[in-house]
């Protein structure tokens, strides 16, 4: 009989396991603890500094408001059930992923994948370098950037248990602290009634750029959503986990993004967002710039686990501790070269990912939902090459591009919704309908 200790709920061991399968021994836990952990991980500063996109761009407070809340709902559909997918799998979300396009061809979307999530960890950790500078004035974006590293890096070494209870305190900090800033935004409001934007564009365009900003972020959640559920029970309701996600996910990064929106209103001129929320919340300025360091770690510590798993995925032999370190280098390396321009960049960033996440999306959920491939040994037995969800990801991906209508690339059919970017939902449709023609015979066995 096998007497070694088991990992459990335990939080003060680190995690054994990296991609493995979960055994049905070590499985814990509720679904509501889901719906904790994407409130804390979306009450960030990332989700409010997207507010601060509508104004610069000069959309009213009326579409910019429907542009978010619609990008946010979108999102967190695909989020929520991307994240139904783990208790049955018992596997994190990119390898669940090798089902549908082999355990090589599952390289690529793990690659792309790796490389999003050091884009997003840096890019928290540039947004919380930045608070601990304006608590800390004269501390230099180094040190402030090595600091908050060293503690998300820490708390990813132990592992799902100890992230897990993280978020779960961070909620109530967090939601404490953004909803006094709500309150305090929400007094002037005279001087948001009053604001008059300058539109850079026509109001279709920039309604879509939005819209492809917020559903990009929160979707953006989605390579990584199963993750954090592969160690509730094989049992657990796949609709309450997509409700407690849902929930918690949308309501969190639309509240957000509204006091962005409010509070970039209310300060024209400030230097970063992190500069517009001190100023903005007067007295409370101090607690906010907390709240801003505290979202910041929430955040990272799912990017920089999730980083671990992709990296396993690619089949590279380290230990996830030292993936996690490596993780956590590159990212205070990259925020140390991209701090300078932050704003250009992320908006760039938050579109492109949303062009290679989205026909990946539709492969991975029609394989698991219409298929109804769920069987863990699908997954880990997977042969080296799925080409029906290879092919049905490439033509997705590809078809998408010549609709690119940014400012860094515009492609040959750009002007064809008025210069708004619908390019991603384009791949995410015909990815799907190819990926369904592929398997039509299966399909009509099931």
């Known amino acids: 009989m096998d007497e070694s200790p088991r990992y459990g709920d335990r939080v003060t061991v680190p995690e054994p396991y990296s991609i493995e399968h979960i055994p049905f021994a070590e499985r814990h836990g509720h679904s509501r603890q889901l719906l904790w952990l994407w409130l804390a991980a979306n009450l960030t500063i990332a989700d409010y500094a997207i507010g601060f996109v509508p104004v610069a761009l000069g959309l009213s407070v009326g579409p910019a408001i429907l542009a978010l809340a619609l990008g946010n709902i979108l999102g967190g559909l695909v989020l929520a059930w991307s994240a139904a997918m783990g208790p049955a799998a018992g596997y994190p979300q990119m390898f669940i992923g090798r089902r549908a396009f082999g355990r090589v061809g599952g390289y690529i979307p793990a690659a792309l994948n790796w490389l999003s999530t050091a884009g997003w960890f840096t890019v928290n950790t540039i947004l919380g370098s930045f608070a601990i500078q304006l608590l800390v004035p004269g501390l230099p974006f180094p040190a402030a950037a090595a600091v908050l590293v060293a503690v998300q890096t820490l ?9 897990q209870e993280f978020e779960r305190y961070m909620v109530l900090i967090l939601g404490v602290l953004f909803a006094i ?10 001087t948001i009634a009053n604001w008059h934007p300058k539109p850079v564009g026509g109001t279709l365009a920039l309604f879509a750029i939005v819209l492809a900003i917020s559903f990009s972020y929160i979707m953006s959640w989605s390579p990584y959503a199963s993750d954090y559920s592969r160690y509730l029970p094989e049992i657990t309701s796949r ?7 849902f929930i918690g996910a949308v309501l969190a990064s639309f509240l957000t993004e ?27 300025g101090a607690f906010a710039v907390i709240a801003v360091i505290l979202g910041a770690t929430t955040a990272n510590v799912l990017n920089l686990y999730s980083n671990t798993m992709s990296a396993k995925v690619l089949d590279v032999r380290l230990p996830r501790w030292q993936l996690a370190v490596l993780g956590g280098a590159l990212g205070f390396v990259l925020a140390l070269v991209g701090y300078q321009n932050f704003t250009q960049n992320y ?7 949303d062009y290679w996440i989205m026909p990946w999306l539709a492969v991975v959920l029609l394989d698991f939902y219409v298929f109804k491939n769920r069987e863990p040994m699908g997954f880990s037995q997977a042969p080296p090459w799925n080409w029906n969800g290879a092919i049905a990801f490439a033509i997705g991906l590809g078809v998408s591009i010549p609709f690119m209508s940014e400012t860094f690339f515009k492609g040959w059919f750009h002007a064809l919704f008025g210069g708004a970017d619908f390019g991603y939902f384009i791949g995410f449709i015909v990815a799907g309908l190819v990926y369904l023609l592929l398997n039509r015979g299966r399909a009509r066995q099931r």
């Open 258 to 284: 509204v006091v962005g929106l409010l509070v970039a209103i209310l300060t024209p001129g400030a230097s970063t967002p992190i500069a517009a929320l001190k100023t903005a919340m007067g007295g409370f």
């Open 347 to 353: 908006q760039n960033f938050l579109i492109v990912l």
């Open 181 to 190: 800033a709500t309150v305090i935004a929400l007094t002037h409001g005279s």
């Open 155 to 163: 708390l990813v070494i132990y592992g799902h248990n100890l992230i």
């Open 239 to 245: 609709s309450y986990i997509a409700i407690y996600v």
